[in-house]
């Protein structure tokens, strides 16, 4: 199958790893992998923050550069989430339904796109760490992406899975909020992280690189023990 | 007209208020077991309904139907509530609704009332007016008696007193109630309670109360609660008033079973409240001898104008929202400076009051959703916290700088080659990021360390 990645912007120049992670998974399970390189960004940043306008305009970008991909894997749950929630509301202020009508199916978020798209639980990746799923607000209240992530990383050899305490909270990142709102941030961050500890996991994983950005911020900082590391990162291993 | 809810007009922005409150153990901790208790307790009896969602779908479409025709639901309830020996006022805004209840209780030469059910007044200031006008109201909810004696502000919307803690509790009513000794069980704070407001019922010929819902067919007014001691407010006194939002009102009676479902499941966690007071005008013999009600706007039309927004006014104030929100769990309710507080609140007081005075709680949340989860009216909370953001952003109040930010991103992010030109310069140090930091977040946590190779560079050389 030929698999358009939208990288998301933020993963292009912060986390290039997870994007080269995303191409080895797909590879190996012998597809195809394309890189349209005038994409950007979903627009999310702006739509959340009040910019409305803007977000639009980033849309259109989207859908013009994506408009005839047959599939397309997006390795940022919140990206989706903002795809699949906001983009038939901004549609129909710029006139758009029918583009966005017709690109919603075929955009997945790369978990999903494993599962239920590709049909693959087994990756065939061998990673022997101690790990702990963090759900991302987006994956579990928009995506509902269930126990996707964990029946990935049960087939991986040598992985232990551990359940993390208290999943459904909030880790405190938000967007633009962890630094408007960053004391308040940082004490449900703070709440997050202890959960890290209590399962004595080293690593912690979620299909969001925005979380893991926080989180993983927080426990150097802290110089904690556990470090974050997206999905695909470990199912590429 | 001049709208105020509470205090929240003069009140400091959410992060001011909450850099404070985070550094009140005390009050954290309570919070944090006051919510968990109730979380727990409404996820167990919400668990047991097979026909949650569409309760929850029904009362949605209900809220929606009033709203469609609020006005003529209105007439509807004005005339059947007159019928039945009731009398109706409309107040446009506090002050309008405070005069007309300081009329009514001074045209019965009163100097005291009893009061339940009672946020929407805490939303007109009814107390500061009528102790302006030499009258005494008592608080009888518990809770609301506990914030009263304490000149204490409610911090949340169905417990008000949930940041105090039994022994706080217990100091309060041995210095206020000049008790020489009191103990620290529930049962003997109830007690003790119950000694100084029982003479308070006996004696007060005026009550008054808010109420959880009106229905317009029947010209009825429902009161739930826990205690009794709202039932005591609405049925000893010779006078009755009652003060409601307009969007309180319900079509029919029958719709009362599906409200009358979901608000004590999502409020208090239990599967129905231990007091529900229906009462239609009055009955000779039975009850107050007349009885009033203030349909109150302040605000609300305008909320009901905008369609983006409108369904803010669905809320059943059952406070699910902010048990289950993050944000609140850390600050409590008084960071959001209303009486109004949590996701609700954050929606609510900036849309009621203007704006400017409360422009920084579209962004107290981390938009992660778990208020429209829990809302039994399906509120869609995030979507209308954006919402705001927007009207904050267009009325040009958002943070120097941000704008200018937000249009260079966005003009990044117009295409892919100006993408990789920002990749570059982040690259090399020459952006914000890179030599400022980003304030407040790099206080407690680290930046990533900036990669030498983007992804799409990588892919370029592939």
Redesign the interface.
Known sequence: MLISLF?A?Y???????T??AVVTVLERLGHTVE???????C?Q????????P?AI??MK?FLE?FRDAEVICVPSASCVAMIRDHYPKMAAEAGLEAEVAAILPRVFEFTELLIDKLGVTDVGATYPHAVTVHTS??S???LHIGDKPQRLLKAVKGLTLIELPNA???C??????????????????N?KMNAIAQTGAEICTAGDNSCL??I???L??LDAPARCLHIAEILAQ | MSVHVGEAATAPD??KA??VL?GNTQIRANVRRATETIRNKRALVVGEMPDWEQLRDSAQQIKRRVLASLPGYLEQFEAACTAAGGQVHWARDADEANQIITGIIQSHKQTEIIKVKTMTSDETRLNVALEAAGITPWETDLADLIIQLGHDKPSHIVVPALHKNKSEIRQLFLEKMNLTELGDKPEDLAAAARTYLRERFLRVKVGFSGANFAVAETGSVCVVESEGNGRMCVTLPDVMITMLGIEKIIPSFNDLEVFLQLLPRSATGERMNPYNSIWTGVTPGDGPREFHVILLDNGRTKVLADPESRETLHCIRCAACLNTC??YR??GGHAYGSIYSGPIGAILTPQLQSMEHSQSL?????????C??VCPVKINIPEIL?H???????NGD??MG??LG??M??F????????AGA?KL?QLGHTPLEAIG????S??????S??K????????KR
């Open positions: 990288v912007c993963n292009d120049t912060l986390f290039p790893e994007g080269k890189f349209r390189q005038a994409q950007t960004c627009g940043m702006h739509y959340n923050t009040g910019y409305r803007e305009g980033i970008h550069v607000c987006h579990l209240r928009s459904d909270q909030c405190g990142f938000g967007g633009t909020f962890a630094i408007k709102n960053a004391e308040v941030s940082t004490a449900m961050l709440e950005m926080h993983n911020g927080g150097t900082r | 959410f992060k909450a850099h985070l993050p944000v850390q600050t579209p962004y107290a949340s981390s938009l992660c959703g778990a429209y989860e954006i705001l953001r927007g009207k904050v952003v267009r958002a943070p941000e704008g937000m249009k991103a966005a990044a992010m117009s295409d892919g080659s100006r993408l990749q982040v980003l304030p407040g977040w206080t407690t946590r680290d930046l990533p900036i990669p190779q983007t992804f799409r560079e990588w892919w370029n």
